[in-house]
């Protein structure tokens, strides 16, 4: 939680030298070697069988590349606090994905949930908040709801996927399945590579971004997020957006406004009401 939630100012920081698709695919790419290798060590490092390859499709296409992909082309333009808590309000769009996909209907405390969470999505990108006339800013923030979405319809589908093949072991094709279209769309609207003035400082950003917070937090998180309650999984999550709004406001100087503070608490409410009732729904 510590670490994901430090990689967004990482990453804010790391954007003033490295174009978004570039880093995204830097990330990716950085990340599936390690992991590649650790799989290897273990003797896990095989194929994925046929019928995983839908997951691995839907993690690496959705989760990872559109996902992150959109994510930092939006923080080229929006603040790291408001892209971070934008980026979580994910179990809000599962619950109206899984409504419209599944016909679930969700339950009052659900439907409460959503509309607050709404209420607080609506307080953090309204004029009051958030200047609509910067280049970018209402891209951006559509760019990270859009990514939020895409995150929702993969947790739907891990919860519904048959498993032949374990998290972690897939783990690795799924990044480097993201990898080749981000650096394809990087290098066609970004440029070379080339171009980048890597240094020692932005190394340091980049191997912390990858190989520590992608790879590393993910083999944390396969490998023991799974011997914990659903309940603390998701206020474990929920822990990443309000660490990486502590560290902008340290580490950036990012300003925390009566306003964005409101809709900060009525988002974090709903989170909390929306994972209540999924735990309960999956004793």
Known sequence: ?????????????????????????????????????????????????????????SMGLLQMMAFTGLGMIAMTHVDTGRAVLLAYTTPLWGVIVSWLAFREAPTRVQLLALVIGLAGIGLIVSPFEMDWTAPGALMGATFLLIGAICWSIVILHVKRHCWTTTPLALAPWQMALATVPLAGFAFVLEGSPATIPFDFRLLELLFFIGPVATSACFVISAEHGRRISTFAMSNFTLGVPLIGITASVFFLGSQLTPLFIVGLGLIVSAVVLTATVAARTTR
Request: hydrophobic content about 55%; some cysteine; charged content about 15%.
């Open 1 to 57: 939680m510590l670490l994901w939630g430090l990689s967004w100012p990482a990453t804010k920081i790391a954007l003033d030298t490295v174009p978004p698709l570039w880093l995204a695919a830097i990330r990716f790419g950085s990340a599936a070697i390690c992991l590649f290798a650790f799989t290897a060590m273990r003797g896990q490092l095989r194929r994925p069988p046929r019928k995983d390859w839908p997951i691995v499709s």
